[in-house]
């Protein structure tokens, strides 16, 4: 299966460009890159969801303040995001149902240490096929 993100070079982060025939589908492989480079999605089995809601001043401030939100549930609450359903999006907010796993130590090898999203070289915009963007993250 064809990713729904590259890989970018960069000096010392990790820097992704995600794309998405709309914008929910941008988000949800957002949230899909962001979990597949913490740890091998095929080791999670959902057994939790909840419910979250984002605001942004523009879509790129919403994508910086979701995928921070999705570290947090990782780094805060040791669950690793498996899929989300996009409920509704704008330009500065959205809803999200995260389906998520519980962090095991025996089954879950972690790849990446991702430390923060940040707003360097950040961009979401539209695309000839869609919408993409592009984020770095501090590792």
Not at 3 to 24: C, E, F, N
């Amino acid at each position: 299966m064809k990713k729904p993100y590259t890989l970018l070079d960069h000096t010392a982060d990790l820097r992704i460009r995600i794309s998405g025939g709309d914008m929910a589908e941008l988000f949800a492989n957002a949230a899909l890159a962001l979990a597949d480079l913490i740890c091998d999605p095929n080791t999670l089995i959902s057994d939790e969801t909840l419910t979250i809601e984002i605001e942004g001043n523009d879509p790129a401030d919403l994508m910086v303040n979701y995928l921070r939100e999705l570290l947090y549930q990782w780094t805060g609450n040791e669950k690793l995001i498996n899929t989300v359903d996009i409920l509704n999006i704008s330009d500065n907010a959205l809803s999200a149902r995260l389906h998520t796993t519980r962090y095991n130590a025996d089954q879950h090898a972690i790849l990446s240490e991702i430390k923060a999203v940040t707003y360097h070289q950040i961009a979401v915009e539209p695309a000839a096929d869609g919408w993409q963007a592009t984020v770095v993250f501090d590792t």
